[in-house]
């Protein structure tokens, strides 16, 4: 359970933001000069730079910090705040333009999160996330938007469960039609598909800063965002941001009626492994009450070994080149049930085709090759090392299977 220096550093400091309740029972070490620049280092890799702000300009860490610490905590967390009232006062007028228009969506992430912290401005994001309550309007979504200014990029349209606008300086308006992208267990995604055409009956308007937002039910929210960590678990992995999600949405408190819903979408979809080692590390490090998990606690080493691949992976799985898509099986069979899912993903339409699905199963494969010699510069080797490595965890925390 002893983690580094740095570490001890980044999740004091978040829990000091985080839960103000509790500072009293927060404590800080002696720290070198090295550990600090440390500490802001991994955290800007994670993107919660802000949420170390507190800790370092009114906390006990206000007359250690090196003052290069401190100036770039407060630089990262000014740009962190003036970009959120951008996207927070953009979040209002697309949702509410389609609103006008009789189309329903619900914010997935972003505002949606960010209302669960205490300063809720120091929460980073860098899109905007709209769930559309019924699929059928997205033409129509689409083309309201680009009426009023947003832009459509054929470039931006690399996901099949989403289109992507762009607004007039750059931000990515990605309008949904699932809340994530197709997993490879076919019975996974016949249930999501139920849960998403049922999503309106989990939807309630909230108060953000004034304005009414429509967003998930708490129970429901709590959901997805275990699905949007999974989606990247899946693919390559996620960073701390993630855990600070689920850790503040569930120390805030769910309703026993929240609680049911989300025990009965996590245990319906069996991902109650995967639940119970994202709260169980929120408990162990991030100062979240193990009275407010709604289930039993992982083993230490379990939540040592999740948290290892958390801060490997940094933010969304971008530190390694050789990280790679999780499988829940082993052998041929698994490398081969993940490569036909990465060919279905690259061609959605296409590969509902019987007859050509062997080209695209060659034209996926140069693509991985390809891209692993010239975009990462590494082997198929490594890559497939790591995703054995990655998988097994997958396998213990039974996956789509508890």
Same mark, same amino acid.
């Given at each position: 359970?002893?983690?580094?220096?740095?570490?001890?550093?980044?999740?004091?400091?978040?829990?000091?933001?985080?839960?103000?309740?509790?500072?009293?029972?927060?404590?800080?070490?002696?720290?070198?000069?090295?550990?600090?620049?440390?500490?802001?280092?991994?955290?800007?890799?994670?993107?919660?730079?802000?949420?170390?702000?507190?800790?370092?300009?009114?906390?006990?860490?206000?007359?250690?910090?090196?003052?290069?610490?401190?100036?770039?905590?407060?630089?990262?967390?000014?740009?962190?705040?003036?970009?959120?009232?951008?996207?927070?006062?953009?979040?209002?007028?697309?949702?509410?333009?389609?609103?006008?228009?009789?189309?329903?969506?619900?914010?997935?992430?972003?505002?949606?999160?960010?209302?669960?912290?205490?300063?809720?401005?120091?929460?980073k994001s860098g899109d905007i996330d709209l769930f559309l309550l019924d699929k059928t309007n997205l033409s129509d979504a689409v083309k309201i938007l680009q009426d009023n200014?947003?832009?459509?990029?054929?470039?931006?349209?690399?996901?099949?469960?989403?289109?992507?606008?762009?607004?007039?300086?750059?931000?990515?308006?990605?309008?949904?039609?699932?809340?994530?992208?197709?997993?490879?267990?076919?019975?996974?995604?016949?249930?999501?598909?139920?849960?998403?055409?049922?999503?309106?009956?989990?939807?309630?308007?909230?108060?953000?800063?004034?304005?009414?937002?429509?967003?998930?039910?708490?129970?429901?929210?709590?959901?997805?965002?275990?699905?949007?960590?999974?989606?990247?678990?899946?693919?390559?992995? @996620? +960073?701390?941001?993630?855990?600070?999600? !689920? =850790? &503040?949405?569930?120390?805030? %408190? /769910?309703?026993?009626?929240? $609680? *049911?819903?989300?025990?009965?979408?996590?245990?319906?979809?069996?991902?109650?492994?995967?639940?119970?080692?994202?709260?169980?590390?929120?408990?162990?490090?991030?100062?979240?009450?193990?009275?407010?998990?709604?289930?039993?606690?992982?083993?230490?080493?379990?939540?040592?070994?999740?948290?290892?691949?958390?801060?490997?992976?940094?933010? @969304? +799985?971008?530190?390694?080149?050789?990280? !790679? =898509? &999780?499988?829940?099986?082993? %052998? /041929?069979?698994?490398?081969? $049930? *993940?490569?036909?899912?990465?060919?279905?993903?690259?061609?959605?339409?296409?590969?509902?085709?019987?007859?050509?699905?062997?080209?695209?199963?060659?034209?996926?494969?140069?693509?991985?090759?390809?891209?692993?010699?010239?975009?990462?510069?590494?082997?198929?080797?490594?890559?497939?090392?790591?995703?054995?490595?990655?998988?097994?965890?997958?396998?213990?925390?039974?996956?789509?299977?508890?």
């Amino acid at each position: 359970m002893k983690r580094s220096v740095e570490e001890e550093i980044i999740y004091n400091s978040i829990k000091w933001y985080m839960f103000p309740d509790k500072r009293d029972q927060i404590v800080f070490g002696a720290y070198s000069s090295e550990d600090f620049l440390k500490a802001v280092d991994t955290a800007k890799k994670h993107v919660v730079v802000p949420f170390l702000f507190d800790a370092f300009n009114e906390g006990p860490l206000k007359e250690s910090a090196p003052a290069e610490c401190l100036k770039e905590i407060n630089d990262i967390t000014r740009k962190t705040v003036i970009q959120s009232y951008r996207l927070f006062f953009l979040t209002r007028y697309t949702s509410g333009l389609l609103n006008d228009n009789g189309i329903k969506t619900a914010v997935l992430k972003g505002i949606a999160a960010a209302r669960e912290y205490p300063k809720m401005l120091y929460r980073k994001s860098g899109d905007i996330d709209l769930f559309l309550l019924d699929k059928t309007n997205l033409s129509d979504a689409v083309k309201i938007l680009q009426d009023n200014g947003f832009l459509f990029s054929e470039a931006d349209q690399t996901e099949n469960h989403q289109v992507v606008l762009l607004s007039s300086d750059g931000i990515k308006i990605e309008l949904h039609t699932m809340i994530t992208e197709p997993f490879s267990e076919t019975k996974v995604n016949e249930k999501l598909s139920l849960f998403e055409n049922d999503l309106i009956n989990y939807t309630e308007s909230v108060s953000i800063m004034g304005s009414e937002i429509l967003c998930m039910q708490r129970g429901a929210f709590a959901f997805s965002l275990l699905l949007h960590a999974l989606q990247h678990f899946m693919r390559a992995g @996620f +960073g701390i941001k993630l855990l600070c999600d !689920m =850790a &503040v949405l569930f120390e805030n %408190g /769910l309703s026993e009626k929240e $609680k *049911e819903t989300y025990l009965s979408l996590v245990n319906e979809n069996k991902l109650t492994g995967f639940s119970e080692v994202i709260l169980s590390v929120c408990v162990y490090y991030l100062g979240l009450d193990k009275e407010k998990v709604p289930h039993d606690l992982c083993d230490i080493k379990m939540c040592d070994a999740f948290l290892d691949d958390v801060l490997a992976a940094e933010e @969304f +799985g971008r530190s390694d080149v050789n990280r !790679m =898509a &999780v499988m829940n099986s082993t %052998g /041929l069979g698994g490398y081969f $049930k *993940e490569f036909h899912h990465q060919m279905k993903l690259s061609f959605p339409k296409a590969s509902k085709v019987f007859i050509i699905i062997p080209v695209l199963w060659v034209i996926t494969l140069f693509r991985f090759l390809r891209n692993n010699k010239k975009v990462r510069n590494t082997t198929a080797r490594e890559i497939f090392k790591n995703s054995s490595e990655r998988s097994k965890m997958a396998m213990e925390l039974e996956i789509f299977k508890r």
